[in-house]
């Protein structure tokens, strides 16, 4: 089956740029999207098709995909952006399969 | 305002049944496929099935394949999930979702959750 692997947590000083990874088979050659969630709240999308932002999220929210890897970055990391980030992608086999989980920490 | 409502959650023995439903407003909803979502207590989010937009394509995740039929009744704007054998293991809140794009797109718009215990 295929998975997805983030690291468990990332640290950021308030200001500066997180970078969250996603690892996973060839998965340059598939969409990923990313979802925050924050305690106690619904996920929400903030990257789709690799690099697009739906309506109302913020333009310090990016993403890139090549090769094995994905990334979310967030440029000058607020306050209000501590939050756990899932990625996802879809695959023929599984279908939906999302990532382990990153917990951004705004120090 | 596009918004999704779940309810149907609840305490249910362990081999037991619930059915979820999920109430759609604000947006076309035979239009667009629909996913359910899980998330386990302290756990990540976990796809469970999804159904195309006129409901004649159905998904399900393998763990919950015979356990669980996904449906809809577009006159009525709502989502389904029946579960059935109920395991400890399915205990989560239960998400809807719709999907961009058709099936294998984002899940862009989240409903607040149902919390299903089996205990």
């Known amino acids: 089956s295929y998975e997805l692997t983030q690291p468990p947590s990332v640290s950021v000083s308030p200001g500066q740029t997180a970078s969250i990874t996603c690892s996973g088979y060839?998965?340059?050659?598939?969409?990923a999207c990313w979802y925050q969630q924050k305690p106690g709240q619904s996920p929400v999308l903030v990257i789709y098709e690799d690099n697009k932002r739906p309506s109302g999220i913020p333009e310090r929210f990016s993403g890139s995909n090549s090769g094995n890897t994905a990334t979310l970055t967030i440029s000058g990391t607020q306050a209000m952006d501590e939050a756990d980030y899932y990625c996802q992608a879809w695959d023929s086999s599984t279908h939906y399969v999302f990532g382990t989980g990153t917990k951004v920490t705004a120090l | 305002e596009v918004q999704l409502l779940e309810s149907g959650g609840g305490l249910v023995q362990s081999g037991g049944s619930v059915r979820l439903s999920c109430a759609a407003s604000g947006f076309s909803f035979s239009s667009y496929a629909m996913s359910w979502v899980r998330q386990a207590p302290g756990k990540g989010l976990e796809w469970v099935s999804s159904i195309s937009g006129s409901g004649d394509s159905t998904y399900y995740v393998a763990s919950m394949k015979g356990r669980s039929t996904i449906s809809r009744d577009n006159s009525k704007n709502t989502l389904y999930l029946q579960m059935s054998s109920l395991r400890a293991d399915d205990t989560a809140v239960y998400y809807c979702?719709?999907?961009?794009?058709?099936?294998?797109?984002?899940?862009?718009?989240w409903g607040q959750g149902t919390m299903v215990t089996a205990s």
């Open positions: 979702a719709n999907i961009m794009r058709g099936f294998g797109g984002a899940f862009h718009i």
């Open positions: 060839n998965l340059g050659d598939k969409y």
